[in-house]
Structures are given as C-alpha cells and as structure tokens.
C-alpha cells in the first residue's frame, strides 16, 4: 500500500531532521550501513570521540561516522603525510585523519574554539596521536594569507579538510588551492548541505540551513568551473565534494 500524503510529510520531516547527516531517504538503510560497515570497523578511540560528542549540544556540527571512515580511506590510498584541516570542533574528522597518517604525519588544525576541541583531547591522546596535530585557535583566513605570504607552504599539502563556515568556503578555496600540492585533495563537508541545495524556494527549513544555503550553492558552482580541480561530490553524510588539484 502507497504512504498516504500524511505519512509521506511525517517521513519527510523525519528525514529533514536526521539528514544533516544523512541525505538518504531511509533512516533504516542508514542505520544498516552504519551496523554493517561502520560501527564494526570504528577505531575504539573514535567510537569513544563519537559517543561523546553525542551528548554535546551542538553534536549536530560533528562529521558523521560513515564520512569519518571515507576520510580515513582516502587519506591512506593516497599516502597522505601533511595535511591541514578547518573546523575541528570536537575533534572526530581530526582523529580520523590523525589515526591514517603514518607515526611522522602531521595535521595543521584550525578552529575558533579552543574549549570544543579540548573536549576530545584527552581521546586523541590515549590513541596516541596527539604529537600529529598542530592546533591553532582563531580565524583561519589570517593563518592562510601569512602561510602564502611566506612562499614556504606552496604546494606543501597532500590533503586538506574544510567544515567551517560555509560563507568563507569560497575564500578558503582560492588560498587553499596554492596550499594544496598538484595531484593532492581538498574535501570541502556540507555540499549538499541537508538537501536544500534542490529545496524549492518556499521550503520549510531550519533558519542556519535557509541562512547559508545561497553560499553552499555558489560554492558548488564555483567548483564545477574551476578548470585547476577534478570534482567529486558524494552523498556521504551531508555531502562532500573532493577537489583534487590538477595545475
């Protein structure tokens, strides 16, 4: 029997809510990729960053478990040794990253807020880490235009992770596409930003994902055209699209 119209709003709304994280249209599907590929192969440390982070009240801005393992994948197909990530938050994606690198690996880290990355440390530690991770609290912006300024950094970078504010993705691209070596990646999070990317205008959504959704779209046109990257964007979590430099 087909859903009636009321069911079909009460999933849409269910999906609205979860599909921060997951854009698929099933929380069941979801919930069975998460327990048949994820959740078994979850680094301790990670499965403990991850239930911690769940009981912090903006758990909603951590990286999902499934892009968590995508993340560490590629960084070990690509042999990934520095790399640089902004947004940092808990720390999840980090330690995802940090755990892929070899014992010399190192990871430039970025965040505004020093006290929610301080939260997962004491995790980061145990896994034995935290020598990998080079923190910096404030804007990212200034950090980048030094590191360009400088002249050391060009083409130094093999993988760089930005989830952070989404007004700024386009600004963060044209610094970080010196940064980044030819044939090395930038993962930019949130590129489907919870599917309101094909939200008809008169669409019920959240204020912050209304507010920033005119940004992810610019952002995603933006990419499309870039003749210096190859773009991939997947439906991992709330969208990621790789760029990987090509001049």
């Not at 050391?152 to 993988?159: E, M, N, R, S, V």
């Not at 940004?215 to 991992?236: F, G, H, K, T, W």
């Amino acid at each position: 029997m087909a859903p009636t119209q009321e069911e079909q709003q009460n999933q849409a709304g269910r999906h609205q809510e979860v599909g921060h994280k997951s854009l698929l249209q099933s929380d069941a599907l979801y919930q069975y990729i998460l327990e048949t590929s994820v959740y078994p192969k979850e680094p301790e440390p990670m499965k403990e960053l991850r239930e911690l982070t769940a009981r912090h009240p903006w758990n909603i801005m951590t990286t999902s478990a499934d892009e968590g393992q995508f993340l560490n994948m590629i960084l070990k197909l690509i042999n990934a040794k520095n790399t640089m990530e902004i947004g940092v938050y808990t720390g999840y994606s980090l330690l995802a990253t940090a755990l892929a690198l070899p014992e010399d690996g190192k990871i430039l880290a970025m965040d505004i807020n020093r006290e929610n990355y301080e939260l997962g440390l004491p995790v980061i530690q145990r896994a034995g880490v935290a020598h990998k991770i080079d923190f910096r609290e404030g804007p990212a912006l200034p950090v980048l235009d030094q590191m360009i300024e400088k002249g050391t950094y060009h083409g130094t970078f093999d993988f760089i992770f930005v989830d952070a504010d989404k007004d700024n993705y386009l600004n963060y691209h044209e610094r970080l596409i010196e940064l980044v070596k030819v044939g090395g990646l930038i993962g930019y999070d949130n590129t489907l930003w919870n599917g309101s990317v094909v939200a008809p205008p008169d669409a019920p959504l959240r204020k912050y994902v209304r507010f920033y959704r005119d940004y992810v779209l610019e952002l995603n046109q933006a990419l499309a055209s870039d003749r210096r990257v190859e773009i991939c964007q997947l439906p991992v979590g709330d969208g990621i699209t790789l760029c990987r430099r090509i001049s």
